[in-house]
């Protein structure tokens, strides 16, 4: 009895310390690290890939609300994990993903067009169609960045 009872707590101990080592060290699929804001709708993320924030899209350098809207990325991602989703095309002609991003639940790429740093590019096909189109209306409303 007391090597079934040696056994058994030895096989506890072993799944607690997997569980532990899959909890801290195993990342959770498409979440990972900013790097850095490239400028307002590109990220590059700690491992080296580039994102481009689907469904948006922000003043080209040279253009008014470039620096603006680049600032306001950093500020929202730059250092944090995020969460990454596709949506049908993997990536752009440059090589960059081509994702919607999350920090936690908070949904960037749609902020960027709600605070006005962006324009909304997604169709009536697109996933969050509503939600863009949703905040753009916000933005233009109040007259926000670049609907000043």
Known sequence: MERILKALL?????????????????QEPNIIVVSRAVDGDTLELENGEFVRLLGINTPEKGQPFYEEAKIELKGLVEGKKIRLEEDGVDR?????????????EFFVNAEMVRRGYSKSLNGPSSKYYIEFKTAERIAKAERLGIWK
């Open 92 to 104: 752009d002609v440059y090589g960059r993903l081509l994702r919607y991003v999350f920090v936690n």
């Open 10 to 26: 030895a096989s506890i101990l072993l799944l607690i310390l997997l569980s532990n080592f899959f909890h801290c060290c195993v």
